[in-house]
């Protein structure tokens, strides 16, 4: 069973702060998403990553894939209240791609 | 633009009872998955449906739970005699075709039904 761990599983910051959070394995995956779930909604893609050491811009929103394909990194930079949110890594094992394993996710609050 | 649409969003059932969740795809998508949230865990895998076809059950406890894809209308996943334990969050996601990241074909969730077992 593949498995992705999450951290921090908590950040708490103020506005106008940098973060970094992380979507560690020890297995390869083929893509990783990174979704953002509010509560009470489901999760919203944000990026898809595929080749190892991609980096992709969104905005204030950096995301990076390993060079093993193994983990990934979402950095925010001058963090609004309206990042607060349930971050999700996901990813895609070889040969199933359509079957996503999910993180527990990174619950960021961003106090105004 | 509707997107992938769960109904209902909140489910009470006695312990013993019949669950029905259902989930239309976005329009145009014919491919269709199935997670499962559980308090304190992340989302799993439960099942992969097209339509009149199921592709991956490997998520699926082996027990009282079914899913299907009809010709016409949602998708269902029915739980029969549920227990205390099958209390989470269902998610349902669709894509136009096959899931594959090499065709940038993301998998777009809906909004959940929360099922709760008394």
């Known amino acids: 069973t593949q498995l992705l761990e999450q951290s921090p599983q908590f950040l708490s910051i103020q506005e106008g702060e940098n973060l970094t959070v992380y979507c560690n394995s020890s297995?390869?995956?083929?893509?990783l998403q990174w979704y953002r779930q509010e509560p009470g909604e489901g999760p919203v893609l944000l990026v898809t990553?595929?080749?190892?050491?991609e980096v992709k811009k969104l905005k204030r929103l950096t995301f990076q894939f390993g060079d093993a394909r193994k983990d990934s990194s979402l950095h925010i930079t001058a963090a609004q209240p309206g990042d607060t949110g349930l971050y999700l890594c996901?990813?895609?094992?070889?040969?199933?791609?359509?079957?996503?394993?999910f993180g527990k996710g990174t619950l960021l609050t961003v106090n105004p | 633009n509707a997107g992938v649409m769960q109904n209902p969003r909140h489910l009470v059932r006695r312990r013993g009872q019949e669950a029905r969740l259902r989930c239309s795809p976005m329009?145009?998508?014919?491919?269709v998955y199935w997670y499962r949230q559980l308090p304190e865990e992340g989302l799993k895998f439960m099942v992969y449906?097209?339509?009149?076809?199921?592709?991956?059950e490997s998520g699926m406890p082996k027990e009282r739970f079914s899913a299907e894809f009809p010709k016409e209308g949602p998708s269902i996943l029915r739980i029969q005699q549920v227990v205390r334990g099958d209390s989470a969050a269902y998610f349902c996601?669709?894509?136009?075709?096959?899931?594959?990241?090499?065709?940038?074909?993301?998998?777009?969730f809906g909004d959940g039904t929360r099922l709760s077992i008394l």
């Open positions: 996601a669709s894509s136009p075709q096959s899931s594959g990241w090499k065709d940038n074909q993301p998998q777009h």
């Open positions: 297995s390869v995956f083929s893509s």
């Open positions: 990553v595929v080749t190892g050491g």
């Open positions: 996901a990813g895609s094992p070889p040969g199933s791609n359509y079957k996503l394993t």
């Open positions: 329009k145009g998508h014919s491919h």
């Open positions: 449906l097209q339509k009149e076809n199921i592709i991956d």
